[in-house]
């Protein structure tokens, strides 16, 4: 797989970056959801995410897929009550999923 083989890049066409430089209004709300999630406070930062759902009430030992990749804070923040494993990988073969 090269760089350029990824999930984004074979739904749309272009790298991410790229597909956001020629539409700005995706860039811009981009921009918007990413910088929600570097905060520590407010309704849509990673700790009030994962907050928001009752891990504590999964099983001892449960595993957490964290499909996508992508908001890693998100994540981070479930670690403390779950085994989290995270995923972003293209399958080449079709009907695979």
Known sequence: MGPLNTAHCLAFGDSFFEYKKKHPDHMARFVSFAGAFVSDVGAYSAQSIARAYLWWALPGGSL???GGG???PIASAMASHSRILICDI???EPNTI
């Open 64 to 66: 957490v897929v964290h």
């Open 70 to 72: 992508g908001i890693e």
């Open 90 to 92: 293209v399958l080449p």
